[in-house]
């Protein structure tokens, strides 16, 4: 089991960026695809990124492709999401989990505490 804690979340104006990082503990961390997901107030929890044990495949949403990046490093057992050019609608909670797989569709373990962002406009 892969026990994550995620920060770097804040708040931000619409346009700006921030880094969400992931620290994951377990000696087993490369094996494992990682995902991020969000939800916001009134929402329910929904997909935004994920990448494979190995780094070489990876996942977006339709609502973040082209602005979010994700990224892990094994050495650190840290997964990033980078985030440019942040609009409102990206404002939410945001979690970290593992899968044995890196489709969106299954991931579904558990989740850490989750990391607050916050886009102004």
């Known amino acids: 089991q892969v026990q994550v804690v995620e920060s770097g979340g804040g708040l931000v104006q619409a346009g700006g960026s921030l880094r969400l990082s992931c620290a994951a503990s377990?000696?087993?961390?490369?094996?494992?695809?990682m995902g991020w997901f969000r939800q916001a107030p009134g929402n329910e929890r929904e997909f935004v990124a994920s990448?494979?044990?190995?780094?070489?495949?990876?996942y977006y949403a339709d609502s973040v492709k082209g602005r979010f990046t994700i990224s892990r490093d094994n050495t650190k057992n840290t997964v990033y999401l980078q985030m440019n050019s942040l609009k409102s609608e990206d404002t939410a909670v945001y979690y970290c989990?593992?899968?044995?797989?890196?489709?969106?569709?299954?991931?579904?373990?558990?989740w850490g505490q989750g990391t607050q962002v916050t886009v102004s406009s």
């Open positions: 990448i494979s044990w190995s780094g070489g495949s990876t």
């Open positions: 377990g000696r087993t961390f490369s094996t494992y695809a």
């Open positions: 989990a593992a899968s044995r797989s890196v489709l969106p569709t299954s991931f579904g373990g558990s």
